[in-house]
């Protein structure tokens, strides 16, 4: 069909674009690098500390303090906060070009008195633009010419096409002419006059609801939230405390009197308070897990290749964590479960013997079936590439069957057409006389309609025999049924079609086809695996109740009866108590709208579940925004991937398990950190307390603590990104979502490894023979030897957590256990022990350091290994009287 048009002028668009705006639809708003930066710099305890740094070079200035002082501080808190900030903001770019690339559709439109191909977001009202057969509509409209059948399941989740009809009512216009943005042709052309674009059709208005919508926190912000709390409190607490002993070892011990201190000038008393403020802030900044944001960020960064390998798209940091944690997953069923496509799945001749492909049936009977169907058909069919042949006019049951035929569709046949009769919902059959290499009858239809007509049917031969026993053949249809299947059959006569085009007689039987939404190989095992997991899995579909039911039992959802089924009428007749009560057993949900989504995600959230949905339609949007994790998919609306958290990019139900295992892999990397960082902190703090009342005024320079706060929060966070995601992950229950974030086991470790690594350090700090090691033969008390010791000190400290990184990353005794896995791991930790040595050897006096010798370096290595054996002591403890959480977890699963 040819459409003339003159569409609108270069001119005329302008003006229609000024007046009416583009078609764009808002997207979510990103940070600049600079704006994350400065966000980064607005933290109350970063401000803080850049004021003291500010008033410790004002000091040095006046000669009060050394100025490498504060220079090495505003260095260490500048890199760390750099590193944080480009870690977010090259994940969130990388996502905003995928979508970017995504969205630059071209649309074939009329302008300038000629047919021309533009940019999607460059449409205007006005506009005249050709639909053609899997064509997107990009706006909402009119059909002013010719007819199509759109499918609207992607706005309203019906998934049979509607036919549109043109009309040139532009006021009073009949739905059936309204075409509307993000719907689908399926066949037919047309032209379409449009009437709004962007933000004010129904796509862009919901759009725009969903970007304005209210973040909700995520299972692990919440728990973030509390343990963060704590932590301030902790080191605020922990801070004050140690401003105070830091100013009283200067106040009561090192001077002779109180009177004598405060007589010495201001300046000393000033840089001796700010000092004490700056050491209480870093305090605050070691205590404070504010490096996990950034060690997510890394996780993610590391994995986003293996994520992308099997087709996981994270949009938003945190969603992948939340999968991890997934209690109960509202899944479709079409294109997620299933292949999302009619298709041939059996074929059953009348012996009842049934073949799965063209292939496998014997070659006579094969060709006959060919035959058939090439030329039993209304559609037109272009097979000049015939791994894809185009089917124009097909409905997606011929589509089915003439995929089925394959390359055999590109075979030619020297016949005529002779008569036909086209097939109608009353006759239910279609018939095709032809004649020359073959004179004959080809029918197709309903196999109850045919089979009170055939008197033969085909043997695996190809030769007729009697049909006179259909019961065994009608077992065979019955349970075919049974699984969902939709039943076509064909026949061959050579009697000729009549005028009244009644059903031809005389029938002989080639087969009959079952047909159904092919279910994905993977699927059955894939919904083994997320029930293993403790998921509850609820399948979600528009499909009839017993269509459901067989789809449910194929997969495994349903077994030996148990799992109930529903359909949306029967969901609505239940209260919301009732329906919350039946939920752990509710399996599926059948001829389902958009309202009971959302309903489903509302009542599994009030029962405290860690929700996941997943939606391809902009009808979908709602209840995949409202859940703890939603899912799109890739095939779905732009709106619907706007919404989701993850984008399962092969729209495949065992990539979701996947996004599942890698979330608990995440979550057990972030536990790991933290056992890692709340052991090092609350040492630091320990040691950083007593140590004045002791005589060492501070152990540990602000530089130095910095350093090891980078260790803490970098390079940490780098070494334990890379953890493997092992399968044992997916037999444990999921973390409820009161669960806290730190495990009794967790809090054995910090406490224990904490308490033991402060005792150990004040030990080295006060244990004569330990000094003499480092004295070189000098007096203890010399300003060198002391020097040496200190470094040594420092040193160790920083070594000891560095190694303990390894306790930390297995709950076993096997600390080797999967160390290949994680390729960085021992290659950061190489990095610290030879950045420690460097900037041991070469940090003068900006770090407080001096060079040690190799003896010197294998008594502090020797020492900053205890922390392992203690840990591994621990464990035997907890092993022997608590059971191994590992074992415990995976039994319990």
């Known amino acids: 069909m040819k459409f003339i048009f003159d569409g609108l002028t270069d001119q005329e668009a302008e003006e229609s674009r000024a007046t009416n705006g583009s078609n764009a639809v808002a997207a979510q708003e990103t940070e600049s690098f600079l704006d994350k930066l400065l966000d980064n710099f607005k933290d109350p305890i970063i401000l803080i500390l ?14 009060y303090a050394h100025w490498y002082e504060g220079l090495g501080i505003a260095l260490a808190v500048l890199l760390a906060t750099l590193i944080a900030t480009w870690s977010e903001h090259s994940n969130e770019s990388a996502f905003q070009r995928l979508l970017e690339e995504a969205s630059m559709i071209q649309v074939k439109v009329f302008r300038n008195k000629s047919l021309v191909e533009i940019s999607i977001n460059d449409l205007v009202v006005g506009d005249h633009i050709l639909l053609q057969p899997g064509d997107t509509i990009p706006t909402d409209g009119i059909l002013i010419a010719g007819h199509l059948e759109a ?65 909700r926190l995520s299972p692990l912000q919440s728990k973030l939230e509390v343990l963060g709390k704590h932590i301030s409190l902790f080191g605020y607490i922990g801070s004050v405390f140690i401003f105070v002993a830091f100013m009283a070892n200067h106040i009561f011990l090192q001077s002779s009197s109180v009177a004598a201190y405060f007589a010495q000038p201001i300046g000393e008393i000033i840089h001796h308070a700010v000092t004490a403020l700056i050491l209480s802030i870093i305090v605050i900044v070691m205590a404070v897990p504010e490096g996990l944001p950034m060690m997510i960020a890394m996780v993610l960064a590391l994995n986003m290749r293996k994520l992308l390998s099997v087709k996981v798209l994270v949009r938003k940091l945190l969603g992948i964590e939340t999968a991890g944690s997934l209690t109960v997953l509202f899944s479709d069923k079409t294109g997620t479960l299933t292949q999302g496509q009619l298709a041939v799945e059996t074929f059953v001749i009348g012996s009842g013997q049934q073949f799965e492909n063209l292939g496998a049936i014997p070659s006579k009977v094969q060709d006959l079936v060919a035959f058939s169907l090439r030329n039993n058909t209304s559609a037109v069919l ?56 073959k004179n004959l009858t080809l029918v197709k239809g309903a196999p109850d309609i045919l089979l009170t007509q055939c008197t033969h049917y085909l043997d695996a031969d190809g030769n007729a025999q009697p049909l006179t026993d259909q019961s065994g053949l009608l077992k065979e249809l019955s349970e ?162 706007e919404s989701s958290d993850i984008v399962i990019l092969d729209d495949n139900f065992s990539s979701i398990t996947k996004a599942v295992l890698y979330g608990r892999t995440l979550f057990k990397s972030i536990r790991k950190f933290l056992v890692f960082q709340l052991t090092v902190s609350m040492s630091a703090i320990t040691v950083a307390f007593l140590s004045p009342f002791l005589g060492i005024d501070l152990p540990l320079t602000m530089t130095q603590l910095l350093w090891i706060n980078i260790i803490m929060d970098t390079f940490a966070a780098l070494a334990l990104a890379g953890e493997p ?75 000891m957590h560095t190694f303990n990184t390894f306790n930390a990353r297995s709950e076993g005794l096997n600390l080797l256990e999967n160390i290949f896995g994680n390729r960085l791991f021992l290659g950061i930790i190489a990095m610290i022990v030879v950045l420690q040595m460097l900037l041991t050897t070469f940090g003068g006096k900006i770090m407080r350091t001096v060079g040690l010798t190799p003896i010197e370096w294998a008594y502090v290595l020797g020492f900053a290994l205890l922390l392992i054996p203690v840990d591994l002591i621990r464990k035997a403890i907890r092993n022997q009287f608590f059971g191994n959480p590992v074992l415990v977890r995976s039994q319990d699963a």
């Not at 850049?50 to 000669?63: C, D, H, K, Q, R």
């Not at 609207?152 to 043109?166: F, H, N």
């Not at 002989?508 to 403790?534: M, N, P």
Request: charged share 25%; glycine share 8%; with cysteine.
């Open 382 to 437: 272009d097979t000049t590439d015939p791994e894809n042949p185009k089917m124009v006019g097909a409905d997606r049951t011929e589509q089915a069957l003439l995929r089925f035929v394959g390359r055999a569709l590109a075979d030619k046949d020297t016949i005529d057409i002779v008569d036909m009769i086209p097939f109608s919902s009353s006759r239910k059959f279609s018939a095709m006389q032809v004649q020359g290499a």
């Open 725 to 799: 995601a092992l399968n044992r992950y997916m037999l444990e229950k999921p973390t409820p979502k009161d669960a806290p974030l730190i495990t009794g086991d967790m809090w054995s470790s910090i406490l224990v490894n904490g308490s033991v690594a402060a005792a150990l350090s004040l030990f080295f700090l006060n244990f004569d023979p330990i000094q003499n090691l480092f004295s070189r033969g000098m007096d203890v008390k010399s300003d060198e030897a002391h020097a040496v010791f200190l470094t040594a000190f420092f040193a160790f400290f920083a070594l």
């Open 50 to 63: 850049v004021v003291a740094l500010g008033i410790t070079l004002l000091l040095a200035v006046m000669g």
């Open 151 to 215: 499918n609207e399941a992607s706005l309203t989740g019906e998934s049979e096409p509607i036919k549109k009809r043109s009309s040139t009512d532009e006021i009073n216009t009949p739905e059936e002419s309204r075409l509307f943005r993000a719907a689908l042709v399926e066949d037919g052309e047309g032209v379409l006059k449009t009437t709004a674009v962007g933000e004010k059709t129904r796509y862009g208005e919901t759009m725009t609801e969903i970007l304005t919508a209210e973040e």
């Open 480 to 641: 075919l049924s049974a699984r969902a299947m939709r039943l076509l059959a064909v026949a061959i006569t050579e009697t000729a079609i009549t005028a009244d085009k009644s059903l031809p007689t005389s029938l002989t039987l080639v087969g009959i086809f079952g047909l159904r939404d092919k279910i994905r190989v993977e699927s059955y095992t894939a919904v083994q695996t997320a029930k293993e997991a403790g998921i509850h899995v609820v399948m979600i579909t528009g499909d009839a109740k017993e269509t459901a039911q067989a789809i449910a039992k194929d997969i495994g959802l349903t077994t030996q009866g148990k799992g109930i089924v529903l359909s949306s009428t029967e969901l609505g007749q239940l209260s919301d108590e009732e329906l919350k009560k039946i939920m752990p057993d509710l399996c599926v949900v059948a001829r389902a709208f958009p309202t009971d989504k959302s309903r489903l995600v509302k009542l599994a959230k009030e029962l405290n579940w860690v929700t996941g949905m997943t939606g391809d339609g902009v009808n979908d949007a709602p209840a995949v925004k409202n859940a703890d994790v939603g899912f799109s998919m890739g095939s779905g609306t732009e709106m619907t991937k």
